[in-house]
């Protein structure tokens, strides 16, 4: 197996896909590589794929195409100890009507989806290859080797849309040989299924709407936070830890993961589902200060690859900055077509573009977000307080009320200490 | 959820060929074995009594934790399983 492409694309994910449908859609002769018996296989989220605006530039009817589950028209979050919780919800009817802000989907169906566009326009789409090695002639890239095949695939140019661990990246010497635990977290994740009608019941949902709840104190004392999200017919429920977190705590995901769906008022939540499946990924959280050299001679970096994911604690982005920079790097695949120059000269291009892009200008934005998600403090105590609080203000037992000014600053000394609360208060303002 | 029954509610296509090769020795030496309770499929598991690491590579999600989480570069070899073979999820 030898083909001269022009491009080829490394992951058939959202960066790799959207990166391969543009350059094809502008004729170039594009191979996009995937190591999955199908595109999206080993590809879980526990997340929502928001709106896609550079997607809906290059197909317009994007969402009416697109196989999706449900439009999130309410959002939660829940403040959580062992035995009690404290829910802020946000419903709009503006987020109840297209273009919808965002929608749950499997990933399995819609990368799969997202990859076959990009083979309609042209692109030729070569799975069960797990990328090994890139090739050089000359000292220029000259293709990428497939695992446990004695073949190659060739072309002048390679996009790293490889996921997180990136190793295409790593073999151009673009990223770091180690990762920082403290920059990285994983999600694990339980598909539960549950028949459409008793969800519709259980989070107050009419026809195809769909609620996204985050919650905080939840994960045993790790850092990190938990996850559910409504689909047509089941439910993603789900915690990310912080790796560096995890590693010393000695608590293990699954156990942390069952003690949460056994927590009261999320039992309440999941009960009658049955279990469909169980994931786990890494998920790049470092933000703005974690992200490697975009471009070299012959290679860019997109997607989570280029750790481009955005976990500020309010949003949590990805697929979204993923397609966007694989969008932006096929241009700059085109680009050096025309220009038949695939130097680093020409590509870095792209991180030109991406720093003009709202992609660059949010992550650094909020590249504080990381510090303020590293405060221990978040995932016990603040929980706590928030919880204890209300219970205060709501209990009614014959003793006198506190004014709640009071209550919060007598609550803020016994939990976290006024000068901690104070400094965690300056560090969350910085970072948002 | 158990842990133990991960083959009942998650699919693979297990490869002889391991992806993940694990210098054992190193381990041994480790003070923290973060992989023991890091990993979400629990494929890595050491016993005190033999003071031997043992992992399993058949119900890996091919998640990257453990190539994090290890600072010791306990590993031979970390790649991906080969195209085709490893976890398949449907749903997720």
């Known amino acids: 197996m030898s083909k001269q492409y022009q491009a080829i694309v490394v992951g058939a994910g959202p960066a790799g896909s959207s990166a391969a449908l543009t350059m094809a859609r502008a004729g170039l002769d594009v191979a996009l590589v995937e190591r999955g018996t199908f595109p999206g296989e080993k590809n879980m989220f526990g997340g929502i794929l928001h709106r896609m605006t550079s997607i809906e530039e290059l197909m317009p009817d994007f969402w009416t195409k697109a196989p999706l589950e449900r439009h999130i028209a309410k959002k939660g979050t829940t403040f959580m100890t062992a035995e009690a919780s404290f829910n802020v919800q946000h419903e709009t009817t503006n987020f109840d009507r297209a273009p919808y802000n965002g929608y749950t989907v499997f990933r399995p169906r819609f990368d799969r989806w997202l990859a076959e566009e990009a083979v309609k326009a042209g692109a030729t789409l070569i799975t069960r290859s797990t990328v090994d090695d890139l090739i050089y002639k000359n000292d220029r890239i000259a293709g990428v080797s497939i695992l446990g095949r004695t073949g190659q695939i060739k072309a002048p140019v390679v996009i790293a849309a490889d996921g997180v661990l990136s190793f295409t990246a790593q073999k151009a010497g673009l990223r770091r040989p180690k990762f920082n635990a403290d920059q990285m977290a994983v999600g694990v994740k339980a598909l539960i299924d549950m028949p459409r009608e008793m969800i519709d019941d259980r989070f107050g949902l009419v026809r195809d709407q769909g609620f996204a709840n985050e919650f905080v104190g939840c994960t045993g004392g790790v850092r990190g936070g938990g996850f559910l999200y409504t689909n047509y017919d089941s439910l993603s429920i789900g915690l990310v830890f912080h790796l560096a977190s995890l590693r010393t705590s000695g608590k293990t995901p699954y156990d942390l993961l069952n003690e949460f769906m056994e927590q009261p008022q999320v039992a309440k939540l999941v009960r009658g589902g049955r279990l469909q499946e169980y994931s786990a990924h890494v998920i790049p959280e470092g933000g703005y200060n974690m992200i490697p050299e975009l471009a070299g001679n012959g290679i860019l970096v997109a997607g989570d690859a280029a750790a481009l994911c955005n976990a500020t604690g309010v949003n949590l982005e990805g697929i979204n900055l993923a397609s966007h920079s694989g969008i932006l790097a096929g241009k700059t695949v085109i680009e050096a077509h025309q220009q038949q120059d695939f130097s680093l000269k020409t590509l870095k291009r792209y991180k030109e573009r991406l720093d003009l892009s709202w992609v660059m200008k949010d992550l650094k934005g909020f590249r504080n977000a990381p510090k303020m998600l590293h405060i221990e403090r978040i995932y016990n105590e603040y929980p706590e307080l928030v919880c204890s609080m209300m219970e205060h203000i709501y209990r009614i037992d014959g003793t006198p009320k506190m004014s709640i000014p009071k209550l919060i600053l007598r609550e803020v000394k016994e939990r976290v200490g006024l000068k901690n609360a104070i400094s965690d208060a300056l560090t969350a303002w910085r970072a948002l | ?92």
């Open chain 2, 1 to 92: 959820m158990n842990i133990d029954e991960i083959f009942d509610f998650t699919s693979f296509t297990i490869d002889r060929e391991p992806h993940i090769v694990l210098d054992t020795a190193v381990c041994v030496g480790c003070d923290n074995r973060g992989c023991t309770n890091s990993c979400p499929a629990r494929c890595y598991t050491w016993s005190e009594e033999e003071q031997i690491m043992t992992f399993v590579h058949d119900g890996c999600l091919e998640c990257g934790t453990c190539y994090v989480v290890c600072h010791k570069n306990a590993f031979t070899r970390w790649r991906y399983p080969r195209g085709g073979f490893g976890v398949a999820y449907r749903m997720t």
